[in-house]
């Protein structure tokens, strides 16, 4: 299914119950869950044991759901609440009527030991045919196997020319974020702004965060 390998097929159906059933669960993300989603699979696991690889420092095993939707779309802290649930790496897989979205988290090591490992931001492919929603395994640990999925599902977010870890890809893909942020607000602002020499500084301070998102590229 999707690329992945035979052996590491799990197929076993997770009642959605399992992951909002619980009373610390706010009311308005049960209803999410109720709504939003058809059924849960557990469809892979990507463990050493079954792909034959190393085990990594900070990733032991990848596990894959899908989370069959009755529309195509769902709200991102549903994919958080099943996150805080299972203590290893996710990739999930979305579907909806013939066509399907991959979503990883990008976790990084917690800075005291003790905490929990946490999602820093999730990046997701476009929507598609289920028959073109295709991962490539590569890596010779479980470490390399996830980054490797992390860039595959972010795509040019996450490309890099010079060997970077994927840490600075995701700090570089950050910056960049926050320069758009910053870009789209003063363009909106330059669209209300009447006073000409107003608007001139509007425009220099564009043009020199461009120039930023332009290195950061």
């Known amino acids: 299914m999707f690329g992945l390998p035979t052996q590491t097929e799990f197929n076993k159906r997770v009642p959605k119950q399992k992951f909002y059933d619980n009373s610390d669960v706010p009311a308005a993300l049960r209803r999410v869950f109720a709504e939003q989603i058809k059924a849960i699979y557990w469809c892979n696991k990507l463990a050493p044991s079954t792909l034959r690889v190393a085990s990594g420092e900070r990733v032991t095993e990848v596990e894959v759901f899908e989370l069959r939707l009755n ?3 769902l709200d991102e802290t549903v994919l958080r609440q099943i996150d805080k649930a299972i ?3 996710l990739l999930f897989v979305l579907t909806c009527g ?3 979205q991959a979503w990883i988290g990008y976790k990084e ?3 005291a030991s003790g905490n929990a490992v946490k999602v820093k931001r999730y990046y997701h492919t476009e929507w598609m045919s289920d028959s073109d929603l295709w991962f490539v395994i590569d890596g010779l640990d479980m ?4 980054e490797n999925l992390v860039r595959q599902i972010a795509g040019e977010r996450l490309q890099s020319d010079n060997n970077e870890s994927l840490q600075d890809s995701v700090k570089r893909d950050e910056n960049r974020r926050q320069l758009e ?3 789209a607000a003063l363009e909106s602002k330059l669209r209300k702004e009447k006073q000409l020499n107003r608007r ?3 425009n220099v301070e564009i043009k020199k965060l461009r120039k930023k998102l ?4």
Do not use: C, L, T
């Open 71 to 73: 529309a195509p779309s």
């Open 87 to 89: 203590p290893y790496h």
């Open 98 to 100: 013939g066509r399907a």
């Open 109 to 111: 090591a917690p800075a």
């Open 143 to 146: 470490d390399a196997v996830y």
């Open 181 to 183: 942020k910053q870009i």
């Open 200 to 202: 001139m500084e509007i």
């Open 214 to 217: 332009e290195e950061e590229s």
